[in-house]
C-alpha cells in the first residue's frame, strides 16, 4: 500500500444543503459542522464531539430529514488536491469541506490522481491505536446547480458557462463515496489519521 496523507478534517452535515424547489433551489453551507471524529455506520455517519456528543448526519438513513439514498451516499470523502484546484479556479469560496463531505483526506502532495477512481481501496490508520480500516471508494459526487452558483458567487448562473463549471466540478472534484469493506465493523475516523491506497 502507498500512504497518500492524513485526515485534516471530519464533518456532518446537521441538515439538507440545498432549500427551495427545482429550478430555484439556492445552496447553503449553514448546516456543516466540524466534528472531533466521525463514527462510520452502514447506515451513515455520526458526527462525535469532544464533550461526548454524537450528531447524526443528513445522509445517514435515521436522520428525520434524511438524504440517504439506499445506502449508496451515507460517506463521503474529499482531498485537498481537488479542494486546490477549485480554489484557483473560483477563489475564496472553495473553502476546505464547503462541498460538503463527512472525511477530507490532506494528501499533502503525495497523491497520484489517476489512482483514485472507483473502486479504488483506501485505508485509513488510527493514529491512536494504530488498527486499520478498508474502504472503496465510490464514484464521484454529481454536481448540482446550487452549488455551483453558490462557488461562483453567481445565483443567475445558466447556459454555456453553468454547463463548463459542472463539467469541470465532476468526477471526483466535488469528492466521492465511500463504503466500508467490513460491514460488521463501526470505525471511528479523526484528524491525524492516516491514509493509504492499496497497491
Request: proline residues 5%; glycine residues 10%.
Amino acid at each position: 500500500m502507498k500512504y497518500i496523507g492524513t485526515i485534516k478534517q471530519t464533518q456532518i452535515q446537521r441538515d439538507r444543503l440545498k432549500i427551495g424547489e427545482k429550478p430555484n433551489q439556492s445552496y447553503r453551507p449553514d448546516p456543516l459542522l466540524t466534528v472531533d471524529a466521525v463514527r462510520l455506520t452502514p447506515h451513515g455517519v455520526i458526527g462525535l464531539t469532544a464533550d461526548g456528543g454524537e450528531l447524526i448526519d443528513v445522509h445517514h438513513a435515521n436522520h428525520p430529514n434524511t438524504r440517504n439514498v439506499q445506502h449508496q451516499n451515507g460517506i463521503s470523502v474529499g482531498f485537498t488536491f481537488f479542494y486546490k484546484h477549485m480554489q484557483n479556479r473560483f477563489g475564496e469560496k472553495a473553502t476546505i469541506g464547503i462541498a460538503g463531505e463527512n472525511i477530507i483526506i490532506d494528501d499533502d502532495g503525495q497523491l497520484d490522481v489517476n489512482g483514485i477512481t472507483e473502486g479504488a481501496t483506501l485505508i485509513i490508520e488510527n493514529v491512536t491505536t494504530g488498527a486499520k480500516n478498508r474502504f472503496t471508494l465510490g464514484r464521484g459526487i454529481p454536481p448540482c446547480r446550487p452549488f455551483t452558483r453558490y462557488i461562483t458567487q453567481n445565483p443567475t448562473l445558466d447556459g454555456d458557462e453553468l454547463e463548463a463549471h459542472l463539467q469541470f466540478l465532476s468526477n471526483g472534484m466535488r469528492g466521492f463515496y465511500l463504503f466500508l469493506d467490513d460491514m460488521t465493523h463501526i470505525p471511528v475516523i479523526q484528524a491525524g489519521d492516516k491514509v493509504y491506497i492499496a497497491d
